[in-house]
């Protein structure tokens, strides 16, 4: 009786705070990284989440892309921003992938797994927030099927003016900014990198309601102190690194 109840204080802990396991890029070590190919890997591997990254292209549809030109990527060469999807979508983006549409990875995802898009590029907040709408007036989705996030937190807000039902999440790349500003208050979590977070910060944050999501941890050892610490999500290249 002594060891039960403590075992159903933890599930009951578990499942009110539940872990999520975030496919950074998809399953960038897998599979190109932020390709249909990525996503269908990491969602096979596993994850509660993927996490892609968003720019607006020339002819303005939302493209799937991390950074601003499409050189290191693709076999092309030049900033994202300037190609219409007509000249993204003939370059070879890995493995013979094309670089994906926003709109292409939910249909993908189909509700699968919960979809964290980062605003990566300007004028990327308003079409996210319509796309979100469409899916979830017309295709049967929820809010709660997304989670937004970005390290442009001028961009972030404009999002969550226009679709304040869906959870937001500052990125920082230290831990020790996150509470300077007031904008904080309309996060549901912050994303941080793995090496500026200690103890102290992780509790702080927990005080005040925000989840800490860490990024990137790729070896299976750092993802279980950071569980232990009490991180609330962990993106990793590797989502078969998990464990239970
Ligand atoms: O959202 C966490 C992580 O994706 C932020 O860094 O450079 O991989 O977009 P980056
Ligand atoms: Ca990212």
Known sequence: ???????????????????????????????????????????????????????QCASHELVVMHDDDVDRTTNGHGPVEAKTLAQ?????????????TLQEVFDLVNRKVKINIELKGPHTAQATADLIYLYV?????????????SFDHQELMRFHAACPQVKIGGLYESSRKPFAKKNYKSFYAIGVAKNSLTQKYIDRAHKKGLKIFAYTVNDADEI?????????????????????
């Open 224 to 244: 279980k102190k950071m569980k232990a610490m009490g991180v609330d999500g962990i993106f990793s290249n590797y989502p078969d690194k998990f464990g239970a």
């Open 137 to 149: 007036n017309s295709k049967g989705w929820r809010f709660d099927d997304f989670y937004v996030s």
């Open 88 to 100: 993204l979508k003939l370059l070879d983006a890995g493995k013979g992938e094309k670089i994906p």
């Open 1 to 55: 009786m002594m060891k039960i109840v403590p075992l159903i204080l933890l599930l009951a802990f578990a499942t009110l705070h539940p872990f999520i396991r975030i496919g950074h890029r998809g399953a960038y070590d897998y599979e190109p990284e932020n390709t249909l190919r990525s996503f269908e890997k990491a969602i096979e591997l596993g994850v509660d989440m993927i996490e892609l990254d968003v720019y």
